[in-house]
């Protein structure tokens, strides 16, 4: 089954920096990759996604790109807030409906004022 | 649009009680529903999904039991909760057949076994 792994765990930056995080997807047949944003004691939020017939998408301060050669795929915000501190979470699956999706664990991004 | 529902918010139950979680979606029709369950770390873990009324698949052996006596309701049960039964639940739906994988989420329940 697919496998996804995630970096990093806690990621602390200061307000107007930009943030990175990581993941790496293990089945080769995966072809959707959707990012998850949820806060404390709420249920998470799709913020981006992205398919695997194009590299880069972009959504005002948030992009994910993608290298499928690679197996690897990231998510980017720019210009941090103190409202973008959450965990976010990465995910794969195949493109159908049917598919269930492979979280990753988790990246804490603490944003300071 | 469309609406997830869970209920209870919050649950606390002490070992050996029964549970019963709902899911509610609202303004689809014949969507794929599951339920995930969150421990004190950060992952999501799949418990079960269902794809139509009655059909149920289950991730991970375990002491919890879902049904979907409806089209758009959801449930997540047990006989007799336990410690490691904690924990926050999540239900989540997408279009199923008719569209992607893109999956939303509601607003949790939050279960402590005491």
């Known amino acids: 089954g697919e496998n996804v792994e995630q970096h990093p765990s806690t990621l602390s930056v200061q307000e107007g920096d930009s943030a990175v995080i990581k993941c790496t997807y293990s089945?080769?047949?995966?072809?959707?990759f959707p990012w998850y944003k949820q806060e404390l004691g709420k249920g998470p939020q799709l913020i981006i996604d992205?398919?695997?017939?194009?590299g880069e998408k972009k959504d005002q301060r948030i992009a994910v790109t993608l290298n499928k050669t690679a197996k690897h795929f990231s998510l980017h915000i720019t210009e941090t807030q103190p409202e973008d501190s959450a965990v976010y979470f990465c995910a794969a699956s195949r493109d159908s409906g049917y598919s269930t999706l492979t979280f990753g664990k988790g990246t804490m991004l603490l944003v300071s004022p | 649009s469309q609406t997830i529902h869970q209920w209870p918010a919050t649950l606390v139950q002490p070992v050996g009680s029964p549970l019963s979680l709902e899911c509610t979606v609202e303004g689809t029709s014949n969507p794929n529903l599951y339920w995930y369950r969150q421990a004190a770390g950060r992952g999501l873990q799949l418990l079960f999904y269902s794809v139509g009324i009655g059909q149920i698949s289950s991730e991970v052996p375990q002491n919890l039991s879902a049904s979907r006596p409806q089209d758009r309701q959801f449930i997540l049960s047990s006989k007799k909760l336990l410690l490691s039964d904690s924990g926050f639940y999540l239900c989540?739906?997408?279009?199923?057949?008719?569209?992607?994988?893109?999956?939303?989420f509601g607003p949790g329940t939050r279960l402590t076994v005491t």
């Open positions: 089945d080769s047949a995966s072809n959707y």
């Open positions: 992205i398919r695997s017939n194009v």
């Open positions: 989540a739906w997408n279009t199923g057949v008719a569209g992607g994988p893109e999956q939303y």
